[in-house]
T-cell receptor, first 113, second 113 residues
Framework: GAGVSQTPSNKVTEKGKYVELRCDPI?????LYWYRQSLGQGPEFLIY????????DSGLPNDRFFAVRPEGSVSTLKIQRTERGDSAVYLCASTDWVGSGYTFGSGTRLTVV | AQTVTQSQPEMSVQEAETVTLSCTYD???????LFWYKQPPSRQMILVIRQEAYKQQNATENRFSVNFQKAAKSFSLKISDSQLGDAAMYFC??????????FGKGMKLTVNP
């Protein structure tokens, strides 16, 4: 596609529920990143995919968070047993070459009530 | 670990005037990229300008230019002829040898008509 697409745009869920956030990167971009942006903060790195594999998942806060990219294109960020502290904007980015910069999606605003 | 500091949480500028946003970073690496991103209320992070550390020449993109001082680890953004559409959050970001972007906390720019 022309840009990075993230769905849903907004998600409200109850504490303890499971959620999935989807990212559709720019066609042909092999590198895909997930970031989390809390209110009033800059984005923080969660995980990086090169192709189908998670090359760096050091930013995932705990084992409730998991991400997949089975065919090297669309990625899903999965959060189990959501907590109120998980409320944030989750941003996805992709690139074909870091020197050209990263293209971000508009994010998913997750609210856990 | 690398850190990025944006010490001014908010700034304002009159339309058509020039404003400079400051950013400092801390790293022991010699090769890296620096970026300025703009985030309007739509939440999408939009690349404004990028600088490769090995290039001594400061990057420019139309009304946007940077003052990159490698020894001082400073990377400021100058916006000339400010326009109402420049109003947004601005984030400075660093990318070194790892794949993750490290962001500052951001700065809110207001443009007054």
């Amino acid at each position: 596609g022309a840009g990075v697409s993230q769905t849903p745009s907004n998600k409200v869920t109850e504490k303890g529920k499971y959620v999935e956030l989807r990212c559709d990167p720019i066609s042909g971009h092999t590198a895909l990143y997930w970031y989390r942006q809390s209110l009033g903060q800059g984005p923080e790195f969660l995980i990086y995919f090169q192709g189908t594999g998670a090359a760096d998942d050091s930013g995932l806060p705990n084992d409730r968070f998991f991400a997949v990219r089975p065919e090297g294109s669309v990625s899903t960020l999965k959060i189990q047993r959501t907590e109120r502290g998980d409320s944030a904007v989750y941003l996805c980015a992709s690139t074909d070459w870091v020197g050209s910069g990263y293209t971000f999606g508009s994010g998913t605003r997750l609210t856990v009530v | 670990a690398q850190t990025v500091t944006q010490s001014q949480p908010e700034m304002s500028v009159q339309e058509a005037e020039t404003v400079t946003l400051s950013c400092t970073y801390d790293t022991s690496e010699s090769d890296y990229y620096l970026f300025w991103y703009k985030q309007p209320p739509s939440r999408q992070m939009i690349l404004v300008i990028r600088q490769e550390a090995y290039k001594q020449q400061n990057a420019t993109e139309n009304r946007f230019s940077v003052n990159f001082q490698k020894a001082a680890k400073s990377f400021s953004l100058k916006i000339s002829d400010s326009q109402l559409g420049d109003a947004a959050m601005y984030f400075c970001a660093y990318k070194g040898g790892s794949e993750k972007l490290v962001f500052g906390k951001g700065m809110k720019l207001t443009v007054n008509p």
